[in-house]
């Protein structure tokens, strides 16, 4: 028979410390762990991986490709673990009372003719407290007419089409849509100025195509050469070579020479309008470009059957001049 051999007591405790230290250890080394060490994961003081902000007051980061909008005054800045803020594309400011506009345009980094023609503002006016204005940095914002093409928008301003691409982050030229507003860099308000200054102030259908004396109104009258006649249009008194603004928005739909109204650009508008431009001594447009109001399309000149230098300008509905003045601020 074998004999069994008493269990040691000591080496049964020894066992039982050792099982008790491989549990213990690790969870008095986790518990002593200091919290926002460099490199450690978990209840860190760091953000997470990806995050751009959290919390009340922190700003998205704005989308490939769209401009983002800045909502309010700029955020106080953050401390050091806070990544630098992008600033954005278009900025947005709302007036407060006893604002003036040139303190609003200092403010935004802007000029006060920036200011007017982001907004389409043809007074300041016009401005009043709680009202929303927008203004870009990088370049004029321009609302598409209906028809406008990006190629057009480069004519109008002077800016390479693929300038614009590149701040608007648009893949194709062509998806742009009537209303959309896109940012033209580098454009000056020079087309805006002509339309603050040609409308006098005042929201009308048509702007006035030069800033000249009226000397030949609509209807019969006795002209010196051709005597008695009907005018079709009214006649203004400018030197050759005065710009000549496009009246409205609008597709060119004639250029060249008739034998009467010498040189002469014929553009169609909304609702079945035309505007003709004639006795110019230079066109600057040609047929099927979109150009907008205050957009310059001519020089004015002496050309065709002329008394002398001015602009002939008329308005019609399709086939039917009516009076300009009827129309005109």
Known sequence: MTRKRPIRK???????VAVLAA?????????????????????????????????????????????????????DAGSEETAPSVEPLILIHTVRA??????????????GEELMADNRLLSFDSVAPGQALRVSRVGLLHVVKAGQTLADVSLEYGVPVEEIVAVNGTSDPETIYAGKEIIVPGAAPSVWENVVRLSRGKQTRFINPVDGKVVATFGYQDDPILGPRNHQGIDFDVPVGTSV???????????????????????????????????????????????????????SGNSG???????????????????????LP
């Open 305 to 327: 059957v002329s008394t002398g230098p001015h602009l002939h300008f008329e308005i019609r509905t399709r086939d039917f001049p009516v009076d300009p003045l009827r129309y």
């Open 23 to 75: 549990i213990l250890v690790p969870i008095l080394l986790m518990r002593g762990r200091s919290p926002g060490v460099p490199g450690t994961s978990g209840a860190s003081g760091g953000p997470s991986p990806g995050a751009v902000g959290s919390g009340e007051g922190s700003t998205a980061a704005p989308s490939q490709g769209e401009p983002a909008a800045q909502t309010g005054p700029a955020a």
């Open 245 to 299: 603004g496009a009246a409205a928005p609008g597709r060119v739909y004639f250029v060249g020479q008739l034998d009467g109204p010498g040189t002469l650009v014929v553009i169609e508008h909304a609702d079945g309008y035309y505007t003709t431009y004639a006795h110019l001594s230079e066109t600057l447009v040609s047929v099927g470009q979109f150009v907008d109001a205050g957009q310059p399309i001519a020089l």
């Open 98 to 111: 006893g604002e003036t506009p040139s303190q609003i345009a200092s403010e935004l980094g802007v000029s």
């Open 10 to 16: 000591d080496r049964v405790f020894l066992a039982l």
